[in-house]
């Protein structure tokens, strides 16, 4: 089984037609997914790798059946597809874009609380469930299929730690990459639920960073609420105090938390094993499976 | 993006938030007309974007031309906390019976904005929030609706805001509010904002960061922005486009992504070495991004060797190796060793390609970081 993505996964791309939009959807299409439509306004009638262009997102659902959907606009607009997609509406949402302006995404968190839809992102790689569909821009071939749930921050970490995992033939259920902005519709709680619930996830891999207390409080939720194993890795252990790395997410504010170690802390103190390295992720999960 | 106190004091001036009267002065001989032309006494205030600028010796309270000239003469010119200050506000003196902080931020957690009032203002609001978090009154804002009048009036009451003031400092909650969301703030602040004897409130200070990412449709705000570069590294990561922060130690790191960057500096301390640096090339690098982080890490004279970690996504090894290839080919002699280690898209080809005799090629992350530590160590040795 598997968490957000399936067979049944139909998807629109909206921006189909930009360069990112159209190399993904054929890498997309290559990897097995049900692409089954495209949503760009004033593009529709055309076609895009054989996929079929609609000018709004809601007819693209509601002629091709689509119940998810891939954000690839570019920033300035993303909000607004964004709002386009739960509104159509679809299960799913996966915003890829980078840079979406935070209260632009302040206001699609607001909706998203009064929908069903889950959205994942935005600034994320995706989400894909090995052997079957992925939604977004991860590599698939590093990915296999088996019984370990991963939910990451970071895009190239989440291929970092999947090597290491899938090397030793450790597959995965589903693996979701949640972003690493300051607002995201998906969050690690959101995402250690979905796997506590999926009986064929035997244990969840959860990669953080420093910046926030998103991590504290996943440690909070799996001390009270899960079964499942979970094995952690945290990364910036040796960022300084006050920099931003990268990720706007990914500032310390020297108040205590939000630093690597009172998210390991946290962590430990969950009964949630922290690897130093990616390879100990996989020793880990290695000793639990 | 961070305004300089003098601009964030026009923006907030300009919607009708009372401000003190001040000039900005480049020379010494300029302060001191400004401060004549104001009358005394002034405050002479170092414009560079660092907190604690009072304690640093960046601001000085003056009563007459000779004081002013005396402390323009310390303040410009000086090096506060590795900034050049080549700026001074000369600004009225406030007389204050009171000090209080007003703030609108985007309360991550929530995902929605925060108003804050507190009486504890003219302090390091930080320390407050941690030691005292009930000192300061916070109201969430729907942000599609904004802030409702009686959210500001709420905030002001709730804060223990004296009777007398309340309405105003709820007006300028209201009005800092509203810029905030109009001028796509991350943070704007005011502290203090003085009530003087009269029941006046003024903004002695102005804080204000706009949202990097919203800067394209904040087009008078990007005309504002001002190198805040703290050395020529950081300036030159600026000119390039990289995520870039100079370290203290002597393995220079460049990766994509900021997670995997991060992880690579966190092995490098794990096997022992000292991170020099954080470079993020970002998603999708071509050659010449590559010849630049190349150019970069080259550039800090305390880089002993370099790790160079890709691991591609939507990035390309081969177009990282072609970009690796071409920086290097163009030194008679490399200045430190470069261990690189390739993986995901077209790593394969990447290898291929790769001039061996230019590089160390590893194959596993742990590999490429313990010999880059292994060559920092031979090389400082």
């Known amino acids: ?289 | 993006m961070k305004l300089h106190e003098y601009q964030a004091k026009r923006v907030f001036a300009d919607a009708g938030i009372p401000t003190p009267d001040a000039k900005l002065a480049e020379t010494v001989d300029e302060a001191v007309a400004a401060a004549d032309d104001i009358g005394y006494p002034v405050a002479i205030k170092a414009q560079v974007q660092v907190g604690g600028r009072g304690k640093a010796g960046g601001i000085e309270l003056v009563d007459d031309a000779a004081e002013a000239r005396e402390a323009a003469e310390n303040i410009l010119g000086m090096d506060l906390k590795g900034y050049h200050v080549d700026r001074v506000l000369v600004e009225e003196a406030v007389d204050f019976t009171n000090e209080l902080y007003v703030g609108v931020t985007m309360d991550r957690g929530e995902g929605e904005p925060v108003a804050m009032v507190s009486t504890r203002g003219g302090v390091n609001i930080e320390e407050v929030a941690a030691e005292d978090p009930d000192a300061i009154a916070r109201e969430h804002v729907d942000p599609a609706f904004g802030m409702h009048p009686y959210q500001a009036r709420k905030a002001v009451y709730d804060a223990g805001v004296d009777r007398e003031v309340a309405n105003d400092v709820a007006g300028v909650l209201s009005t800092l509010y509203d810029l905030w969301e109009d001028k796509d703030g991350a943070d704007a602040e005011i502290n203090p904002l003085m009530v003087t004897a009269d029941d006046e409130v003024i903004a002695a200070d102005a804080v204000m960061n706009i949202d990097g990412d919203a800067l394209f449709r904040q087009p008078e705000l990007a005309e504002m922005q001002e190198d805040a570069a703290e050395d020529d590294l950081e300036a030159k990561a600026n000119d390039y486009g990289f995520d870039y922060v100079r370290l203290d130690g002597n393995v220079g790191i460049i990766g994509n992504g900021a997670g995997l960057v991060m992880t690579t500096l966190d092995l490098v301390d794990h096997y022992g070495g000292e991170p020099a640096n954080f470079l993020d090339i970002g998603g999708g690098a071509k050659a010449e991004r590559v010849t630049n982080a190349l150019d970069m890490v080259f550039s800090d004279e305390n880089v002993d060797a370099v790790v160079f970690n890709i691991f591609g996504g939507i990035t390309r090894g081969d177009e990282v190796a072609q970009g690796i290839n071409e920086a290097l080919e163009a030194f008679d002699e490399i200045p430190k060793r470069v261990v690189v280690r390739l993986a995901g898209t077209n790593a394969e080809e990447g290898m291929e390609i790769l001039n061996t005799d230019l590089v160390t090629v590893e194959k596993t992350l742990e590999d490429a970081v313990q010999r880059a530590v292994q060559y920092a160590e031979e090389d400082s040795a």
Do not use: W
Not at chain 1, 3 to 27: A, C, M, N, P, S
Not at chain 1, 43 to 59: F, L, R
Not at chain 1, 146 to 159: A, D, E, I, K
Not at chain 1, 255 to 279: R, Y
């Open chain 1, 1 to 289: 089984m598997s968490v957000l993505v399936d067979e049944d996964t139909r998807v629109v791309v909206q921006g189909i037609t930009g360069g990112e939009g159209k190399f993904h959807t054929e890498q997309m299409l290559d990897y097995g997914t049900n692409v089954v439509a495209g949503a760009v306004p004033g593009k529709g009638g055309q076609e895009v790798a054989g996929v079929p262009v609609y000018d709004t997102v809601d007819k693209a659902a509601r002629e091709e059946d689509a119940n998810a959907a891939v954000v690839f606009v570019p920033p300035a607009f993303a909000g607004d597809a964004c709002f386009e997609a739960l509104d159509a509406p679809v299960d799913l949402v996966v915003t890829i874009t980078e840079g979406i302006p935070t209260q632009d995404m302040s206001k699609v968190y607001r909706k998203l609380q009064e929908t069903d839809t889950h959205l994942v992102g935005p600034n994320c790689p995706g989400v894909i469930t090995p052997g079957v569909a992925k939604l977004g821009i991860l590599p698939g071939n590093i990915f296999s299929e088996g019984n370990v749930g991963f939910v990451s921050r970071s895009g190239t970490l989440t291929y970092q730690v999947v090597d290491s995992l899938t090397e030793r033939g450790i597959g995965q259920t589903t693996a979701i990459g949640i972003g690493g902005d300051p607002i995201i519709g998906t969050d690690f709680i959101d995402a250690l639920e979905l796997f506590e619930n999926d009986p064929d996830t035997h244990a969840v891999v959860m990669c953080g960073e420093i910046g926030g207390e998103d991590e504290e409080e996943a440690a909070q939720y799996i001390a009270a609420n899960m079964d499942t194993p979970v094995v952690g890795f945290i990364a910036g252990r040796t960022a300084p105090p006050g920099k931003r790395m990268g990720h706007a997410g990914a500032i310390v504010s020297g108040s205590g938390t939000g630093t690597a170690q009172s998210k390991i802390d946290a962590l430990e103190n969950a009964g949630t094993p922290v690897g130093d390295t990616p390879e100990e992720v996989a020793d880990h999960v290695e000793d639990i499976l």
